[in-house]
């Protein structure tokens, strides 16, 4: 039903890692940007990474950069976020997203996204 289905989510342990699962159907263009976002409780939804629709480079948000990567499965239309040595900080929403166009398509973008995910919650506890 969703254009992109997400999946991968739980309840870990710190120290615990974590891969998440996005899947787009047919109607997400290949050349659209992939981004993946998470949201804690009461705080406003910050950018993980962007994967560029255009070259498939990523950019990490600063706080990403080192236990956040992702991989992709162009045979299964699926992008991963894989988060290594969770903290209870990490606790949240976790969202992917699809942007197409001009300027929407790269990383950095702007604009609208075409498609979101439903979300995956993620819960890190000891």
């Known amino acids: 039903q969703s254009q992109l289905e997400q999946s991968g989510g739980g309840s870990v342990q710190p120290g615990e890692s974590l891969r998440l699962s996005c899947v787009a159907s047919?109607?997400?263009?290949?050349?659209?940007?992939i981004v993946w976002f998470r949201q804690a409780p009461g705080k406003e939804r910050e950018e993980i990474l962007c994967?560029?629709?255009?070259?498939?480079?990523?950019t990490f948000a600063d706080f990403a950069k080192g236990r956040f990567t992702v991989s992709s499965d162009s045979a299964k239309n699926a992008v991963y976020l894989q988060v290594d040595n969770l903290k209870p900080e990490d606790t949240g929403v976790y969202f992917c997203?699809?942007?197409?166009?001009?300027?929407?398509?790269?990383?950095?973008?702007?604009?609208?996204?075409?498609?979101w995910g439903q979300g995956t919650q993620v819960t890190v506890s000891a």
């Open positions: 994967r560029s629709g255009i070259d498939g480079s990523t």
């Open positions: 047919q109607f997400v263009h290949r050349q659209y940007a």
């Open positions: 997203a699809a942007r197409g166009g001009f300027s929407g398509s790269k990383c950095p973008g702007r604009g609208e996204f075409q498609h």
